[in-house]
């Protein structure tokens, strides 16, 4: 905790300067549109916030959240301008984010720091809506490469990480995982995950698919 907290004043700043490009991709991949509930899962500072809060407009819902309360605290100063922004203080691992409140979310290098991954990408199938999509980027750090040993051992000192691959337990709960590009080494992805069928009233939708 006093880590990421440290972190929200130091390097998340410098990362939020050159989060432009991705943020960008995220956007244009879920094909937000006006009055959609859109979840945004470890959002560190909130980065992200200012283009939820455009492309869902007004009428739609931004909830974003985080487990460090430095994060959330920086979070929270950045999206007090829109009355439809909620930022959270939660763990992803053990938070009910309301079941099938959410047509999107988004987790921008935010699975493979949580401890229990596949809670939180259970719980993140939950919160959206039969027809939801979540945008993901992250590290495979399950994968054992000369790029992903330091950064392994970094994940398990610092954040619990116990092994879990985010594109193998993304397929264990959704009913589509496509790479968006795909990235030389695979030690880092960036992937669409689609939920068609709610598992608990086992009703399907038609598959969403973003315009262009």
């Given at each position: 905790?006093?880590?990421?907290?440290?972190?929200?004043?130091?390097?998340?700043?410098?990362?939020?300067?050159?989060?432009?490009?991705?943020?960008?991709?995220?956007?244009?991949?879920?094909?937000?549109?006006?009055?959609?509930?859109?979840?945004?899962?470890?959002?560190?500072?909130?980065?992200?916030?200012?283009?939820?809060?455009?492309?869902?407009?007004?009428?739609?819902?931004?909830?974003?959240?985080?487990?460090?309360?430095?994060?959330?605290?920086?979070?929270?100063?950045?999206?007090?301008?829109?009355?439809?922004?909620?930022?959270?203080?939660?763990?992803?691992?053990?938070?009910?984010?309301?079941?099938?409140?959410?047509?999107?979310?988004?987790?921008?290098?935010?699975?493979?720091?949580?401890?229990?991954?596949?809670?939180?990408?259970?719980?993140?199938a939950d919160a959206l809506?039969?027809?939801?999509?979540?945008?993901?980027?992250?590290?495979?750090?399950?994968?054992?490469?000369?790029?992903?040993?330091?950064?392994?051992?970094?994940?398990?000192?610092?954040?619990?990480?116990?092994?879990?691959?985010?594109?193998?337990?993304l397929r264990e709960v959704?009913?589509?995982?496509?790479?968006?590009?795909?990235?030389?080494?695979?030690?880092?992805?960036?992937?669409?995950?689609?939920?068609?069928?709610?598992?608990?009233?086992?009703?399907?939708?038609?598959?969403?698919?973003?315009?262009?």
């Open positions: 905790m006093q880590l990421w907290d440290f972190a929200a004043l130091t390097y998340y700043r410098v990362l939020d300067r050159f989060s432009g490009t991705l943020n960008r991709l995220a956007i244009d991949e879920l094909g937000l549109e006006p009055g959609e509930a859109v979840l945004d899962i470890g959002c560190g500072t909130g980065a992200l916030i200012p283009a939820l809060a455009e492309a869902v407009g007004p009428q739609g819902r931004v909830v974003a959240m985080d487990f460090s309360p430095r994060m959330v605290d920086v979070a929270r100063k950045r999206a007090a301008r829109w009355q439809n922004v909620e930022v959270r203080l939660a763990d992803a691992c053990d938070t009910n984010h309301g079941a099938g409140e959410f047509d999107a979310a988004v987790a921008l290098g935010a699975f493979s720091a949580m401890p229990d991954m596949r809670h939180a990408i259970a719980n993140a809506r039969p027809g939801g999509r979540l945008f993901v980027f992250d590290v495979r750090l399950a994968k054992k490469t000369r790029t992903t040993r330091f950064l392994r051992a970094a994940y398990r000192r610092i954040a619990g990480f116990g092994g879990a691959d985010v594109v193998t337990e959704f009913d589509e995982v496509e790479p968006v590009f795909r990235i030389e080494g695979e030690t880092t992805t960036v992937v669409m995950a689609r939920k068609f069928r709610d598992r608990a009233t086992d009703s399907a939708c038609t598959p969403f698919r973003p315009a262009g």
